[in-house]
């Protein structure tokens, strides 16, 4: 089962639709134009049941197949959100909405997965229910999370869940995968540093709440290296420092924020507890006190190992053997898919967008060439995981 013909015939029009999105994009849950877009297309299309709506402005379609006797509902997820990124790509179809861009490739997600909608309402060449999700609020907004609260996987009752990000560097034609975690956790930190201000020609006076974040800082780069075993991965960066307002007064606190990515729960919970105790015990030998305020945001993408052998097996159908990773090392980004594949079975794979500009970058653009065989990919996984009798 190689790239389906049927995606080059409309490839332009897939195209055309990506573009648009991209020259509109849209941010967290203010996807109202996007969200509008896909369920019009999805009725053009003549999808059984159109929902809009869901974990506020997400978008849930229904194609049933030719028959229905297996019982079995599939979902495949797309994310609709763009990012707060002033676009610099110099495309004729650039961004036209100021401070907002698709750089991370959700528009060529939706784009794809509508393809394969269009693809699977046509032929119904399947024994179940496909369900296609339309996700909002990827970016750091847990759109996931609220589509789920929303009922998703009970009003529709999907029993797998797929996804699929494209992946810069990663040649167009191939995909890749891993079971178990295939990206990380993604919680951030903020240290709030209490010291003693002072004039600044007089720091002797002082508490300095300034020299405390930065030994916080400091010793906050030995977790990794000296506390988590080399084996494991984690990450803990600092990215926020903001203290004092004039040059020539040492000010009362100071503020360390920044961000934890971990594979595991066991190191997750490790890491939250060791910047707990350094900043404490910096501060205090400083004379200081420090209060930190832990959010765990997304969980760890884990892929189930059966449901990852399948997508491997549909990728390589698709693309060829060759041509799919099944052992392609964790990226320590985050995704709230990851919601989804706590609730149900599933796979998240990453589809080759060639050598462009990295992910969340002014200058990234999605890759049109590999329109085909994501669209495949969606369409055959239905067919493969729902066979016509």
């Known amino acids: ?46 999808v059984d049941e159109v929902t809009t709506g869901v974990g506020r402005t997400g978008v849930v379609g229904v194609i049933r197949g030719r028959q229905n006797g297996s019982g079995k509902v599939i979902g495949l997820r797309a994310d609709m959100d763009a990012l707060p990124i002033v676009e610099q790509t110099g495309l004729d179809y650039a961004s036209e909405t100021e401070g907002a861009m698709h750089a991370c490739g959700h528009d060529g997600h939706t784009a794809m997965l509508l393809g394969a909608a269009r693809y699977l309402a046509e032929t119904r060449n399947f024994d179940g229910t496909a369900i296609v999700i339309f996700q909002p609020a990827e970016e750091g907004g847990g759109g996931g999370k609220a589509m789920i609260e929303d009922g998703l996987l009970e009003r529709w009752p999907i029993q797998e869940v797929y996804g699929m990000h494209n992946l810069p560097g990663l040649a167009p034609g191939k995909l890749a995968m891993r079971p178990g975690p295939i990206m990380a956790s993604t919680d951030e930190f903020t240290i709030t540093v209490k010291g003693l201000g002072s004039h600044a020609a007089q720091p002797h006076g002082s508490g300095d709440p300034i020299v405390i974040g930065a030994g916080i800082v400091n010793a906050l780069q030995t977790i990794v290296s000296r506390n988590v075993d080399p084996i494991d991965s984690a990450v803990v960066s600092v990215t926020r420092f903001h203290a004092g307002v004039a040059y020539n007064v040492i000010a009362d606190t100071a503020e360390v924020s920044g961000t934890v990515r971990t594979l595991r729960p066991e190191i997750r919970d490790f890491v939250e507890k060791r910047i707990g105790e350094i900043a404490r015990a910096v501060a205090a030998a400083h004379g200081g006190t420090a209060e930190v305020d832990y959010d765990r945001n997304y969980p760890v993408t884990r892929n189930d190992p059966a449901a990852t052998d399948f ?74 995981a729902m066979p016509a009798a």
């Open 311 to 384: 997508a491997a097996t549909v990728a390589g159908d698709v693309v060829g053997g060759t041509n799919v990773d099944t052992k392609a090392p964790p990226l320590l980004g985050g995704e709230d898919f990851s919601y989804m594949l706590e609730k149900r079975p599933g796979a998240f794979i990453f589809i080759g967008n060639g050598d462009s500009a990295g992910l969340h970058n002014a200058r990234y653009n999605f890759n049109d060439e590999i329109i085909p065989v994501g669209c495949s990919y969606w369409a055959r996984l239905v067919e493969t």
């Open 1 to 46: 089962m190689p790239i389906v013909n049927r995606f080059a015939d409309f490839q332009d029009d897939i195209v055309a639709w990506r573009r648009d999105l991209h020259r509109h994009p849209e941010i967290l849950y203010d996807v109202h134009r996007t969200a509008a877009t896909v369920a019009d297309k999805l009725r053009e299309f003549g």
